[in-house]
């Protein structure tokens, strides 16, 4: 199936510094990408929908300004948390749907990257 | 609003059947997907139904009933391996973005 990769899978960083987490589809091109954020124990909340070539579109509730997405390429977006604070600490990941006929779409996900703010 | 509810965890034993359930109200509705997820790793894709009735795929099976805005998973033979959390998720626009589910924590014991 296809893949999608996360880097860093894993940082620490002191309050008040960014954070740029990068999410990269490796056997196929994804003119879409979605962040989600992950608190322990709870479900996967879409935080945001990349579009390549284009502004990202943020759910409600998401601050644009602290989350910021760029898809420069059809392989490769990146989320960068500014000025992190410790309640920002959680699990990202990134995915990319594939579309396949008669299939509907079929995400692949990241394995995700942990994020710990002290 | 959009809500998927789930039942927050399932016991069962190695070798058993266990069904978890999803019920769904979303604004739009084009599909019903559902994920694994195991402590610390990413979802993986499992099933999708688009339309009404059972898809099989080896040991799990996922049903859909559109007109009831309910659908479940089926895991048969259960092994250790499957003890994770389950989400099931909606498409609802034509975007691709999903919804996910609550999420259900499936404890499988010998």
């Known amino acids: 199936g296809a893949v999608v990769s996360q880097h860093p899978s894993w940082v620490i960083c002191k309050s008040g510094t960014s954070v740029k987490i990068e999410c990269r589809s490796l056997d196929f091109q994804a003119t879409t990408m979605f962040w989600y954020r992950q608190f322990p124990k709870q479900s996967l909340m879409l935080m945001a929908t990349?579009?390549?070539?284009?502004?990202?579109?943020?759910e409600q509730g998401v601050e644009k300004d602290k989350f910021l997405i760029n898809h420069a390429s059809l392989t490769l977006s990146t989320l960068t948390v500014t000025s992190a604070h410790p309640e920002d600490s959680s699990f990202y990941i990134c995915?990319?749907?594939?579309?396949?006929?008669?299939?509907?779409?079929?995400?692949?996900f990241g394995p995700g990257t942990r994020l710990t703010v002290l | 609003g959009q809500s998927l509810e789930q039942p927050s965890e399932v016991t069962a034993v190695e070798g058993a059947i266990v069904q978890i359930n999803c019920t769904y109200q979303?604004?739009?509705?084009?599909?019903l997907s559902w994920y694994q997820q195991h402590d610390g790793g990413a979802p993986t894709f499992l099933s999708y139904?688009?339309?009404?009735g059972l898809e099989e795929t080896g040991r799990f099976s996922s049903f859909l009933s559109r007109s009831d805005s309910y659908g479940y998973l089926l895991l048969q033979e259960l092994q250790m391996k499957d003890s994770a959390s389950y989400f099931c998720a909606v498409r609802s626009s034509g975007f691709q973005k999903l919804v996910f589910g609550t999420g259900t924590r499936l404890l499988v014991s010998p």
């Open positions: 995915s990319a749907p594939e579309l396949r006929r008669g299939r509907g779409d079929t995400q692949y």
């Open positions: 139904n688009a339309l009404d």
């Open positions: 990349s579009n390549e070539g284009s502004k990202a579109t943020y």
């Open positions: 979303t604004s739009g509705f084009y599909g």
